[in-house]
């Protein structure tokens, strides 16, 4: 009998890229190899644990070229970060000209309404296999919950938004180039986290789409309708908007969700003489990592990623957190009962247990095993969750 060690046998090789240490980890996931890059961060670990930026690269990409060249490992040297580099498979999908091709794509929407119709192939869940590389991570680094983000580019920047709406309980935010959310990929996520999206002007499926050039002026209002109303129903965000201009950026702010139970919002930016690429400052004067990360810090600081959520949800006090042993987690003392559910980064329900008569519980790194895990209290009017890491 094989054993879970010999089923997920892990190997990484551990450079030197400017200050940070880059581990290249590869590994048996589904009955296939993958693999994902990590850059981490010299000098001392943050107190609250490593912020986690994921970086999805688009359509004929892979994990190493955006490694090299989204600037987010730089950035995550100065701001001490960890960033990480995924790869996806490859599979047949009807390519620009109308032909067959093979080639790098993240399993999504955009995926699905373009693949080879005459051809059988074996899609692996995505989803999942992020999920796996964000707990291998968690296991491996002292990771801060609350502060794991999702980019991408094109294809992985319709991956990102996917994941916005299926792994919405693992990030925190999520920001993303040239790649709207599939109509194959909306659905009610979890809950509901802040969500960034950009495209260039002068992208040239945008110019395919809309027969010209984009425009830097008022009149965007008019292209962003169409790109965005898939994403504002499915994040349950209103139309209503702010925007304002900059030399390179024109900016819409969507702040009103539907829910007055909700707080959560979606912006969006057209930067201007921007091709089909991800701005990395060499080849556009805006450093998409930059914007996304300064986003990204605005996410945490405007509002917990436990209050973004479908239903009036409380932060719940877990102690303490990280756990070496066991961790107590406390709900208030006038519930009568309590429903307790543990998931775990994979999106698993690993422990459940209904009409607990305590206000104190305590949970044990034997029963769960090292990793992070999301904790839902609820009674009958009220509802808490948390993030619990056992290390």
Known sequence: ???????????????VVLQAQRFDFKFKFDGVDREFILAKPSGATPASGYPVVMMLHGTTGDGEKFYNLSGFKELGEKEKFISVFPSSLAYCYIGDMGFNVTN?????????????TNRTQDFKDDVKFIRKVIDTVSKRMNVNPKMIFISGFSNGSVMTNKLAVEASDLFSAAASNAGALSNLDS???????????????????????????????????????????????AFNISNTYTNNKTANLYHYYFEKPKSSTQKNYYYYSFIKDL??????????????????????????????????VLQPIKPLKIYPNPSNEIANIVVPDYWKEVDLTIINTMGEC???????????????????????YTILASCKTECYMGKLIFQ
């Open 104 to 116: 790098t794509k993240w399993n999504n929407g955009d995926l699905q309404a373009n693949k080879c």
């Open 1 to 15: 009998m094989k054993t879970k060690s010999s089923l997920f046998s892990l190997f990484f090789l551990v450079t």
């Open 350 to 372: 690993v422990w459940n247990k209904k009409s607990l008569k305590s206000h104190m519980l305590a949970i044990s790194k034997h029963q769960m095993g090292n990793g992070m």
């Open 187 to 233: 659905a009610k996520p979890l809950r509901y986290i802040p969500v960034y999206q950009t495209f260039g002007t002068q992208d040239q499926y945008l110019i395919e789409a809309f027969g010209r050039s984009l425009p830097f002026n008022d009149s965007l209002i008019n292209y962003l309708v169409p790109l965005s109303r898939t994403a504002l129903g």
């Open 275 to 308: 091709d089909h690429e991800f701005p990395n400052g060499v080849n556009h004067p805006v450093v998409a990592a930059v914007l996304y990360w300064e986003f990204f810090k605005q996410a945490i600081a405007k509002t917990t990623p436990y209050n973004a």
